[in-house]
């Protein structure tokens, strides 16, 4: 990994995560930010000495925490204004999601981009009592930031020199975010285009 990389996640990087992680979470924007390679990235830089463990799982978990909760309360205070921002396809998919799992949607859905952005939403939206959204909110954020940032952080530390790649990895996180939602819009409209025909 390059030095001026190194820097800057010694020095802005905690900031820098928690933002992504927040913003990710919490806003109905953060769709296209790459939360899992993020998650992966920090944990192959804690294995290689580039951050602090401790302080990173704790950034990543309150940035999540806070973000969900942000949803939330956009959701239920704002939610039919805000429901005209958010894709139709988004909001199905996710609505399909909640059904299958009911509550258990705030423990799985982190770990299912675009649905983790929008189920704090849905439940601001439907009202759940916000004590049992606390709760499980609580644990799908530690589920979610501390597990896979410490499975990423084992599997760096077994590979050595792992953190040399952390520019592909970011890569291949943010592409398959991109990729697949391309894919889907193409299909989309050439299925729209083959109904007019």
Same mark, same amino acid.
């Given at each position: 990994?390059?030095?001026?990389?190194?820097?800057? &996640?010694?020095?802005?990087?905690?900031?820098?995560?928690?933002?992504?992680?927040?913003?990710?979470?919490?806003?109905?924007?953060?769709?296209?930010?790459?939360?899992?390679?993020?998650?992966?990235?920090?944990?192959?830089?804690?294995?290689?000495?580039?951050?602090?463990?401790?302080?990173?799982?704790?950034?990543?978990?309150?940035?999540?925490?806070?973000?969900?909760?942000?949803?939330?309360?956009?959701?239920?205070?704002? +939610?039919?204004?805000?429901?005209?921002? &958010?894709?139709?396809?988004?909001?199905?998919?996710?609505?399909?999601?909640?059904?299958?799992?009911?509550?258990?949607?705030?423990?799985?859905?982190?770990?299912?981009?675009?649905?983790?952005?929008?189920?704090?939403?849905?439940?601001?939206?439907?009202?759940?009592?916000?004590?049992?959204?606390?709760?499980?909110?609580?644990?799908?954020?530690? &589920?979610?930031?501390?597990?896979?940032? @410490?499975?990423?952080?084992?599997? +760096?530390?077994?590979?050595?020199?792992?953190?040399?790649?952390?520019?592909?990895?970011? @890569? &291949?996180?943010?592409?398959?975010?991109?990729?697949?939602?391309?894919?889907?819009?193409?299909?989309?409209?050439?299925?729209?285009?083959?109904?007019?025909?």
């Amino acid at each position: 990994m390059d030095s001026a990389l190194g820097n800057w &996640v010694q020095t802005l990087g905690y900031i820098g995560i928690f933002a992504v992680v927040f913003a990710e979470t919490g806003l109905l924007v953060g769709f296209a930010l790459p939360g899992d390679s993020l998650l992966i990235t920090v944990g192959i830089l804690v294995a290689a000495g580039k951050l602090q463990l401790g302080p990173a799982l704790i950034v990543l978990f309150i940035g999540s925490f806070m973000g969900n909760n942000l949803g939330y309360w956009l959701g239920r205070l704002l +939610g039919p204004s805000l429901k005209r921002r &958010v894709k139709d396809e988004h909001m199905e998919r996710t609505r399909v999601f909640m059904l299958r799992f009911g509550p258990l949607s705030l423990l799985v859905g982190p770990f299912i981009p675009v649905v983790r952005a929008l189920v704090p939403f849905i439940c601001g939206t439907l009202r759940m009592p916000y004590w049992r959204f606390f709760l499980l909110t609580l644990l799908g954020s530690l &589920v979610w930031t501390v597990g896979l940032t @410490l499975l990423s952080y084992y599997v +760096g530390s077994k590979i050595p020199n792992l953190e040399k790649y952390v520019y592909l990895i970011l @890569l &291949v996180g943010i592409l398959s975010g991109i990729v697949p939602a391309a894919l889907r819009f193409f299909w989309g409209r050439k299925a729209s285009n083959a109904k007019r025909i």
